[in-house]
């Protein structure tokens, strides 16, 4: 759904990061939090974001363990809770710029000898 040109104004006020490409999570969250009056069903969310029904469920689930979404059969919604939404955020940003400064690492090359094999 996104557009291959904004108007200039847009393009101008946004933070340099604004158009970077999101992953499915961050979607999700994005999409209930613009959307905080209602509660969706999960194969809605997945068609208005062009996602697999069961990769938006599996997604929710994960969400609600964390508490950033609420959920009463077969609805899902954002939380009302929003200081731990936006530590998350926080946390996720920092997690993102480690990995853009540091590059995501593989567990075998953090591997010693005295380490158990990881299966």
């Known amino acids: 759904m996104s557009s291959d040109a904004i108007d200039i104004?847009?393009?101008?006020?946004?933070?340099?990061?604004?158009?970077a490409a999101q992953n499915d999570t961050e979607r999700i969250v994005v999409f209930l939090d613009e959307h905080d009056?209602?509660?969706?069903?999960?194969?809605?969310i997945a068609e208005r974001l062009e996602l697999?029904?069961?990769?938006v469920s599996a997604i929710l689930s994960r969400l609600k363990e964390r508490g950033?979404?609420?959920?009463k059969r077969p609805y899902w919604a954002i939380t009302t809770d929003?200081?731990?939404?936006?530590?998350?955020?926080?946390?996720h940003q920092r997690h993102a710029a480690a990995d853009?400064?540091?590059?995501?690492?593989?567990?075998?090359?953090?591997r010693t000898d005295e380490m158990e094999k990881v299966q």
């Open 9 to 19: 104004e847009t393009f101008e006020n946004a933070d340099d990061d604004a158009f």
């Open 37 to 44: 009056d209602r509660a969706w069903k999960a194969a809605t």
């Open 52 to 55: 697999e029904t069961d990769t």
């Open 68 to 71: 950033l979404v609420r959920h």
């Open 82 to 91: 929003t200081d731990r939404l936006r530590a998350a955020y926080q946390l």
């Open 100 to 110: 853009d400064q540091y590059g995501d690492e593989e567990l075998e090359e953090l």
